[in-house]
Nanobody, 117 residues
Framework: QVQLVESGGGLVQPGGSLRLSCAVS????????MGWYRQAPGKQREDVAQ???????NYADSVKGRFTISRDNAKNTVALQMSSLKADDTAVYYC???????????WGQGTQVTVSS
């Protein structure tokens, strides 16, 4: 059974940093892209960052220059280093992976990031 487990969220002051991690486990033959999206109350879901198996990255304009995505292909893990955090970054963060033509979004609880003074 495939599982995605996120960790690393918390409460941080504006301007602070956090590192999120996600581990994918289960019977997966080949993961191509991995990424993060977020959901804030009253806002549309937003794809935040994506990284391919080869290391090519893509970021939402709202986080470009502040967030860095990385992955460990051998361990099927993906991380999101977030810095210069703003109140607008407050959301529940989820990870996903792409296997073949299908994207698998996390069906867990995600990890809460709250940016507040």
């Amino acid at each position: 059974q495939v599982q995605l487990v996120e960790s690393g969220g918390g409460l941080v002051q504006p301007g602070g940093s956090l590192r999120l991690s996600c581990a994918v486990s289960g019977a997966i033959f080949s993961i191509s892209a991995m990424g993060w999206y977020r959901q804030a109350p009253g806002k549309q879901r937003e794809d935040v960052a994506q990284i391919t198996r080869g290391g090519d990255t893509n970021y939402a304009d709202s986080v470009k220059g502040r967030f860095t995505i990385s992955r460990d292909n051998a361990k099927n893990t993906v991380a999101l280093q977030m810095s210069s955090l703003k109140a607008d970054d407050t959301a529940v963060y989820y990870c996903y992976f792409v296997n073949g033509p299908t994207r698998y979004d996390s069906w867990g609880q995600g990890t809460q990031v709250t940016v507040s003074s």
